[in-house]
């Protein structure tokens, strides 16, 4: 727990400092990153031999860091990259053989965006991005085939 907050509070510091020299010239380079909890669901509805999830721990820490170049006041581009952490699931065979394995799954992915701004006032600024975010996904099992 100590390490995410030591974590978030680096990070806030970082991206508070990039974004007060961004806001004052509305351009200009910028970091950005997050912290969170990723939830991933595993279907096991359509594998070739039937197969039960018998426990799972699929709420993991997960993070984002980023840089970006705002143009303007209007628009400005983004790269993340986006770490989801390892979820892992138990996994029982329902053919007769009851094997049971252990399945660890790796979520990531590059985001790259186009940032747009709609200044509302002097203390807001609406934000939107459009974008694509490429996700690599690696499995790893251990135990039975």
Request: positive net charge; without cysteine.
């Amino acid at each position: 727990m100590k390490a995410i907050i030591g974590l978030t509070a680096v990070l806030t510091f970082a991206a508070t400092t990039a974004m007060a020299e961004t806001v004052a010239t509305g351009t200009g380079f910028y970091a950005t990153g997050s912290i969170g909890q990723a939830n991933t669901k595993l279907d096991t509805s359509n594998t070739v031999h039937q197969t039960a999830i018998t426990s799972d721990s699929t709420d993991k820490f997960s993070y984002t860091l980023g840089a970006g170049y705002r143009f303007n006041n209007y628009i400005g581009t983004e790269l993340s990259y986006v770490n989801f952490g390892k979820p892992t699931y138990d996994l029982l065979r329902q053919d007769g053989s009851n094997a049971a394995s252990k399945l660890t799954v790796k979520n990531t992915a590059w985001v790259a965006a186009v940032v747009g701004y709609l200044p509302v006032n002097k203390d807001f600024t609406a934000t939107g991005k459009v974008g694509a975010a490429f996700v690599h996904t690696k499995v790893d099992r251990v135990g039975a085939p």
